[in-house]
């Protein structure tokens, strides 16, 4: 048992360091010289030299100011959108047997299988014709495909875990749907519904196919970003990506004693 779980935590240290190398990548090319990093051919793994000229440099353009604001704004949308349209489809799938409402997720999950561009060109032209091209809204219907399936499962899941007599309970008492659901209800699922909203506000922050295709005269971030390194300016890009990186990571460590099992897993049912 014990040889069981020491090659439990081997396996779970060379994964964290496999996500995490990455990040720590960017903060040396954030807080070291081009020298050490770019201009050679295997740059050195150990910070040797502290520097804030990158960020200096960085800051000084803020050309990249807009776009942070732009997916910020767009982040948020989709995650009110996801909440507005995952609450009453969970609940919906929810109140049905398990054995359909399990067909109907997996088939909302077809769009998340196929390439983002094959779905993102055919909308674009009806996008065109609506107003919805190069605006914030656009960019968050399109963005709300890929968030909304992910939305609608943890909601699904919230509802299969909490107790169902509570519910029953509010409509014997004499209580109407709107105010079970508003009292009983709704604070019972009150942890998915944070977690459906950082997903989707984290999916949206780092989406970056649709936000090129959909608004490519107001790029989003990510498409900024793109655009600096594309143009052989990739250490400012990876000081601003790294300003703006941390905020979200803060945010994850916070809230990651609310991802619970039950609402990750709890989705689908047999």
């Known amino acids: 048992m014990k040889n069981k779980n020491t090659g439990s935590y081997l396996i779970a240290i060379i994964m964290a360091i496999i996500f995490i190398y990455p990040l720590y990548v960017l903060i040396l090319i954030a807080f070291e010289p081009i020298s050490l990093t770019f201009e050679r051919l ?28 732009r997916s910020v704004a767009v ?7 996801a909440l507005v349209l995952s609450v009453p489809a969970g609940y919906g799938l929810y109140k049905i047997s ?13 769009t998340n299988m196929m390439p983002a561009i094959v779905i993102a060109i055919p909308i674009s032209i009806y996008f065109i014709k609506l107003g919805l091209y190069n605006n914030i809204f656009g960019i968050a219907l399109a963005q709300e495909l890929v968030v909304l399936p992910i939305s609608v499962f943890i909601m699904l899941g919230g509802y299969r875990s909490m107790p169902a007599d509570l ?42 196919t649709y936000a090129v295709i959909i608004s490519p005269l107001n790029p989003t971030f990510p498409v900024s970003l793109y655009d600096y390194v594309s143009r052989g300016e990739p250490f400012i890009a990876s000081s601003f990506a790294l300003l703006v990186t941390v905020p979200v990571i803060v945010i994850v460590v916070v809230l990651q004693k609310y991802l619970k099992g039950e609402y990750l897993s709890g989705g689908m049912k047999i």
């Open 42 to 69: 295997h740059p050195y793994q150990l910070p040797l030299v502290f520097t804030l000229s990158n960020f200096e440099s960085s800051l000084k353009d803020l050309s990249l100011v807009s776009p942070v604001l």
């Open 75 to 81: 982040a948020f949308t989709v995650g009110i959108l």
């Open 98 to 110: 398990a054995r359909y409402s399990n067909k109907i997720i997996m088939l909302l999950f077809v």
């Open 167 to 208: 519910e029953n309970q509010a409509y014997v008492d004499g209580a109407s749907f709107l105010s079970a659901f508003k009292n009983v209800i709704i604070p019972l699922i009150r942890i998915p519904l944070l977690i459906s909203f950082l997903l989707a506000w984290m999916t949206s922050w780092d989406e970056f």
